[in-house]
């Protein structure tokens, strides 16, 4: 009966281990998201300077290390030309760049925004003007779109 009882306390010790959180693959510390908010306006007048500019958050913390943010820039309907503009940083995670929009008309910016390991790319509209209804395309266009073009601009 002792030797069953000696055999038996090396399966409950192993059986007691197993009860315990155990550490999986992948898991750790979370990376937190990194956001990316616009203070550009969403109203402009043809012709005239327009400041492109968001902020750039991880957490409750500005982002001032970003590798990269790239305002891209179309008229509705017309993303294929869309025009690619790179930021610079200004202060506590703001970065920023001049545009001007030469005719009336609804246009999109998207921030494709490279920081800390991760990409984000929100998209907001600017309407130039007071353009026609009817001129204006609604935006289908896949968000990823402007990657292409973005090739051009890494290790800025």
Avoid at 1 to 24: H, N, Q, R, V, Y
Avoid at 81 to 91: K, R, V, W
Avoid at 112 to 139: C, F, W, Y
Wanted: proline residues 5%; charged residues 25%; negative net charge.
């Amino acid at each position: 009966m002792k030797k069953i009882f000696w055999l038996g306390i090396p399966f409950l010790l192993l059986a007691a281990c197993g009860t315990e959180e155990a550490d999986s693959p992948g898991a750790g510390p979370q990376i937190e998201e990194v956001k990316v908010a616009f203070n550009t306006d969403t109203q402009a007048d043809p012709a005239k300077e327009v400041l492109l500019s968001v902020t750039v958050t991880q957490g409750d913390k500005a982002v001032e290390d970003a590798d990269e943010v790239v305002y891209e820039v179309w008229q509705s309907g017309d993303r294929s030309n869309s025009e690619m503009i790179p930021a610079e940083h200004t202060e506590e995670g703001i970065y920023e760049a001049q545009t001007s929009f030469e005719e009336e008309g609804l246009y999109f910016m998207q921030a494709h925004t490279t920081a800390r390991s991760l990409h984000v790319m929100p998209k907001q509209e600017i309407t130039v003007g007071n353009p026609d209804p009817a001129s204006i395309v609604s935006d289908d266009s896949d968000d990823t779109q402007g990657m292409d073009k973005m090739e051009d601009h890494s290790g800025h």
